[in-house]
């Protein structure tokens, strides 16, 4: 492996040091979920196809600007990251093409009209040759585009499996890099066990708990705003976000970089995180924590307890209508997923705001939050 | 249409779509009639998983962006380019990453086969998330529907073990460190890896049921590191046992989408 590459053109420095600096996590986080719900709001505006192209264009400048960093430029070329372009491409071409839709839709029924979806679906239509057609260009146009990428791209064979050569940084396959960074901030039994768990049982829960009858068969946002906000937040922040953070962002030893930033294998970052119970007893009561773990954890055992018995109560309250309409079972399930999907974030900025590394720890069982 | 295309029309009328062996094989005529072109539909075997009309809607391709039926082309796609492989190819770390080399180098299309199936294999995974996003932004997954999405959540699972167990064959350095990192975390599973929580509780004393030796992350690898065994085991979920689950959990979601009816406004 060559060592850490060049900064780049010097004229460039000014720009590359703004954007590493807005690279830095608890930044390009917050300014991620601050982008995501502005563009919820000026959905009208965005979707107009002048500004969706402006859009595009400036993600191009900027792409091909990036080119210039040595950095960038070397985790570009991977063979390997050529699917997260692709990623970034393909989502935000289908997340263009829904809203698109919805906004059209949204503005007929307030204009009393039908969805274009309902007009289009007064008739009837053979499926050969009109869907038939469709599926042969479309399909001859993939395979076309899978071959053009195999000959074009080559896939990677690195050295012969050495298991006394560990890489540094040792990644999961890209579509995992969203799990392996919630390792940051959650032990694996969270990060890698508990919460792609929930994804999955939510994904199964989440017909059976979404009493909303509108929407079928055509695309809204008006008439499904809670549904599409939550499930979009998941899937673009909470898992295209950090996938795109986990290839691009994380260097050797998973240490955070910016996205110019050359991978320093020697990068010193002063880490000093500290548990919750280091906090509450040193901090707070100026005393040593006790040493038997039952004592010494309750602080944080009572805000996890306080987190998933208050909140849920707070919560029938505050959505008493959603309340009524699910009834005590499925509200359960929906507030409990919905709080284990907002404890990452919530983590994440404890991390960022007070260093704080485990509200609850004990090692001894391997239990730690 | 032009006399030259007239011309062309009347001979295949006359003695191709007439002639016994087109009749044995289509048993209808050219699909250019309402009569011709239902039956081409229900009685071919593949053209039949569709019905032969379908409301407006829901022939665009910007309501489905196309992605459900792509991810079953996709699948096949794999499955063909898969079996080249499988011709070449021993699951084995003294000979795996060999026959990866000579693939590569020696044999006819090795190295154009192999790119297709790693591309297409993260193609697909991305498909599979873009099928799962429209059936999400259609309210499709809401009533009659809500048994097919959770189908198609096991098979989105399904796609991305798939990829995982596939990532481990080429035995190089990215193949065992990215499946090390991968199945670490199945250490820490509650009670059933050794590095998880409530896993030393299981047992008596210093007899642990659940140690390295025992835990979930063995039983996966069959060993406690990533080696031969693992190699071994992931060849045979990856090329036998995923895809057929994977297979038949297609067929019930093809099944599912013509008996629970595609979704459309009301
Ligand atoms: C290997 C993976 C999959 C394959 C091959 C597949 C295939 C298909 C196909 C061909 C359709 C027909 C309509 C269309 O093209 O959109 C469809 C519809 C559907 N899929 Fe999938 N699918 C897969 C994964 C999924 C996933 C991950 C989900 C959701 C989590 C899902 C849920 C559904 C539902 C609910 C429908 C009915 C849509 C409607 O009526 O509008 N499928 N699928």
Known sequence: MSGPVGLGPDYMQPFFDFVNWVCKPQILFSGSVVTFFGALKFRKILVKPPVTIGIVIAMLVFFFISLLSPQFYNEARKADNAP?????????????AAFYQAVNNDERFRQGLRSDEHEAAEEKLHVWPYLIYIEAIVAAFVLAAIFAWSIGLEAPLEQFANPAKSPNPAKAPWYFLGLQEMLVYYDPWIAGVLLPGMIISGLIALPYCDPNPKGVGYFTFEQRRFAISVFLFGFLILWVLLIFVGTFLRGPNWNFFGLYEPWNEHKLLSLNNVNLSEYFWTNLLGKAPPAEWWKREWPGF?????????????ATVAFKKF??????????VVIMHLLVMLSLPIKMYLRWSINLKYIVFIPDYFFNI | MSAVGDQVRKIL????????IWKSVFRHGFPDTDRNRTLVVLSNLFLHLHPAKLKGHAVRMRYTWCMGGLSFFMFLILTISGVFLMFYYRPTPEYAYVDIVALREDVPLGMFMRNVHRWGAHAMVLIVWLHMLRVFMTGSYKAPREF???????????TLLLSFTGYLLPWDQLAIWAITVGTNMA??????????????????????????KSDIRFALLGGSIVGPSALLRFYVLHCVFLPLVAGFLMAVHFWRIRKDGFSAPL
């Open chain 2, 148 to 158: 097919n999405w959770a189908v198609g959540v096991i098979l989105l699972k399904l």
């Open chain 1, 84 to 96: 997260i372009f692709i990623m970034i491409v393909l989502t935000g071409l289908v997340i263009w």
């Open chain 1, 323 to 332: 309340y009524q309409q699910l009834g005590f079972v499925r509200f359960s």
């Open chain 2, 187 to 212: 250490r820490a599973t509650p009670f059933l890896g050794h590095e998880g929580p409530g896993a030393s509780l299981i047992g008596y004393d210093d007899f642990k049921v659940v140690h390295s």
């Open chain 1, 302 to 314: 009572a805000l996890i307890l306080g987190y998933f018995t208050v909140m849920p109560a707070l």
């Open chain 2, 13 to 20: 009328d006359e003695s191709v779509y007439q002639s016994v």
